[in-house]
């Protein structure tokens, strides 16, 4: 089976909404609301992906036990490892979050992504 999907396409309404929260990710900019819809999920659960949707804000996110891989369809936010200098993220661009990455997002403009979740 091919399974597709076009991120875009995926109206806000059909995601579900939920403040983002720990284990995820701990707000530091006060309450931030995402929006998800996971799209694929192996039968063990060590893939899983989907759409992402994130209101504006800062939140520290710590990749301890499974690592991410995004695309960013729509929106902008700036990605700062602990001890490395900051990277801007904006449309078309993708991103590694390795099992161990520690940091801060910040999102600057509603963000829209596309991520593959693995451990």
């Known amino acids: ?17 939920k403040p983002l929260a720990p284990p995820s990710a701990e707000p530091l900019s006060g309450p ?20 992402w949707e994130c209101e504006p804000g800062t939140s520290r996110w710590e990749f301890l036990t499974r690592g991410e891989i995004i695309h960013v369809v729509s929106g902008a936010m700036t990605v700062q490892r602990d001890g490395e ?12 979050f390795p099992i161990g990455w520690t940091g801060v997002w910040t ?3 509603k963000l829209r992504k596309l991520y593959v979740v693995y451990k």
């Open 1 to 17: 089976m091919t399974l597709v999907t076009r991120p875009l396409d995926i109206a806000p309404a059909d995601l579900d909404e």
């Open 85 to 96: 200098d900051p990277v801007d993220l904006t449309p078309g661009d993708a991103a590694y």
């Open 32 to 51: 931030i609301t995402t929006r998800s819809k996971v799209v694929f999920m192996n039968d063990d659960k060590t893939v899983i992906s989907g759409i």
């Open 107 to 109: 999102v600057t403009e």
